[in-house]
């Protein structure tokens, strides 16, 4: 891979920092009146999620991090390993439990998602923003609640926990934002 | 798409118009007459912390460079017998882009013949207490502000640079390696004390390591010599940089081949040595002090703007 140099540090840019592949959110110019320049970098490393501020020389370089970005189909999983497809080539990729993460709770099948790969392999697993899903579970809802803001836990068939207001029913479908957790409205089909 | 636009309100662009008219008023007043000096020069400057933009040339033609500031050609009026000089030009460094930095910036520069840098950081606080408002100034000397804000004592040979790099990894996390001393006092001043002095209202910071002299004289302080200059802080932000002037052509010229050395040292391309520049100390610059204030910056705190795209009508990427 190739080298970055400090001003080439743009948002997104992926890097290799300490052995691992990072992916930069902010760089900023420092530097005193007179003298050595700076900058002030924050970075995402993308195999702990954890956010890093490093300060560098300005000049100094980054080796560049073989990762890229692929929408791919999520198939299914066998308790170790949760596996998508590249709907074009067939190409099937198993995510570890440390790849899937959090996204684990959005997992629906044929739904895309957007699959990070580092070397080829899964490094994580980004669940469209909103995605619409059945709810398994929830209380009766009580008549005559529709304008008040109340809401109760509902289960969803990927095991998710969202609060819903009151009216919603089992077996309906809806949007959820998978960046919050939260409610957004009944799916327009259901 | 609406890449054509300017990255400026139109307010910013009304208040650079009065602040560029309050600043000539406030020399015009003070006899200082306006001068305009070439952009495109010869000479350059050798300073390790700036990468000048070169231009490409036909090779009957010697070397151009974009003026890193106006001071090589201020100077040589001033020694052609200008008296006190002021001018209002752009200034060009190369890589310098962020929030506080614009590659191409306009400058305020002005030379005060027979003054010191004591007299000129009072005009300066003047020129300031005019256009911001500010009420009262401080001054730290360099050496007194890291005792006070780090608890450590940058001019004592025994601060070894193991214990500067400590302070900075106890506040900053990582520090990058193979910074010598200098640059390692550059990142204390840069992260560690600018933010601390940011509600300090305006500081001027003086007496600086003589290493960091650039073409400023030294001194006697006490037991220890510091360069005589100074840079002047507003809410945190570096506004203005001055020298009570190195005169003495055999100095400069140390200095400037010192910095030379420097930019060996970090692994940088030589810059030649601007031998009109020496010339002119050679017959005689007179005793002056001389001061460089980014108007740029000055605008963004007077409207506190956090970045200056918002007060320069094309910014940088819109440029």
Not at chain 1, 108 to 133: D, H, S, W
Not at chain 1, 165 to 174: A, H, Q, R, S, Y
Request: negative net charge; aromatic residues 8%; charged residues 25%.
């Amino acid at each position: 891979m190739p080298n970055f140099s400090t001003n080439e540090f743009k948002p997104g840019l992926k890097v290799m920092l300490d052995g691992d592949p990072c992916s930069i959110l902010e760089n900023e110019f420092v530097k005193p009146g007179k003298g050595q320049a700076f900058n002030r970098v924050k970075l995402r490393n993308l195999k702990s999620g954890r956010v890093w501020e490093r300060t560098f020389k300005s000049g100094d370089t980054l080796e560049g991090a073989d990762v890229m970005d692929v929408d791919l189909e999520y198939s299914y999983t066998d308790g170790e390993f949760w596996h998508f497809m590249d709907p074009s080539t067939y190409e099937q990729y198993g995510a570890d439990r440390d790849a899937v993460g959090e996204a684990e709770k959005w997992l629906k099948e044929q739904e895309r998602y957007e699959i990070t790969l580092y070397n080829g392999t899964p490094l994580a697993v980004t669940p469209p923003n909103f995605i619409e899903l059945e709810i398994t579970e929830t209380d009766p809802g009580l008549k005559g609640d529709t304008a008040q803001g109340g809401s109760k836990p509902a289960t969803l068939s990927t095991g998710a926990v969202v609060r819903v207001p009151l009216f919603i029913t089992e077996g309906e479908v809806i949007r959820v934002d998978t960046r919050t957790g939260e409610y957004v409205s009944r799916a327009s089909k259901s | 798409m609406s890449k054509w636009l300017p990255s400026a309100s139109p307010e910013g662009l009304a208040a650079r118009a009065d602040l560029l008219q309050a600043l000539r008023r406030f020399f015009c007043d003070r006899g200082v007459m306006e001068v305009e000096t070439p952009l495109l020069s010869q000479g350059t400057v050798p300073d390790a912390g700036i990468d000048v933009f070169r231009l490409p040339r036909k090779s009957d033609e010697p070397d151009r460079y974009l003026q890193t500031s106006p001071e090589s050609a201020m100077k040589r009026l001033l020694a052609a017998g200008s008296g006190d000089v002021f001018q209002i030009c752009k200034a060009f460094r190369q890589g310098e882009a962020g929030h506080n930095h614009n590659p191409e910036f306009t400058l305020l520069e002005w030379y005060r013949v027979c003054w010191d840098h004591a007299a000129l950081m009072r005009e300066v606080a003047e020129l300031l207490g005019a256009v911001l408002d500010s009420d009262g100034w401080q001054v730290w000397p360099y050496r007194a502000l890291f005792v006070e804000v780090l608890g450590v004592d940058p001019m004592d040979e025994q601060t070894s640079l193991a214990a500067l790099t400590d302070i900075a990894e106890s506040r900053i996390g990582s520090v990058p390696h193979g910074l010598d001393r200098d640059a390692l006092l550059d990142l204390l001043m840069s992260h560690c004390i600018e933010p601390e002095i940011s509600d300090w209202g305006v500081v001027f910071i003086t007496d600086f390591p003589a290493s960091q002299a650039a073409m400023a004289r030294c001194v006697s302080v006490g037991d220890i010599d510091v360069a005589a200059r100074f840079e002047c802080y507003v809410h945190g932000k570096e506004l203005a940089n001055g020298y009570w002037e190195q005169t003495d052509a055999t100095w400069l010229s140390a200095q400037l081949q010192a910095e030379n050395k420097r930019r060996q040292q970090r692994g940088l391309p030589q810059r030649p040595i601007d031998e009109r520049l020496l010339a002119a100390h050679r017959q005689g610059l007179p005793e002056c002090a001389g001061v460089a204030l980014g108007v740029d910056r000055l605008l963004a705190v007077k409207l506190g703007a956090n970045n200056l795209g918002e007060i320069i009508s094309f910014g940088w990427d819109s440029a």
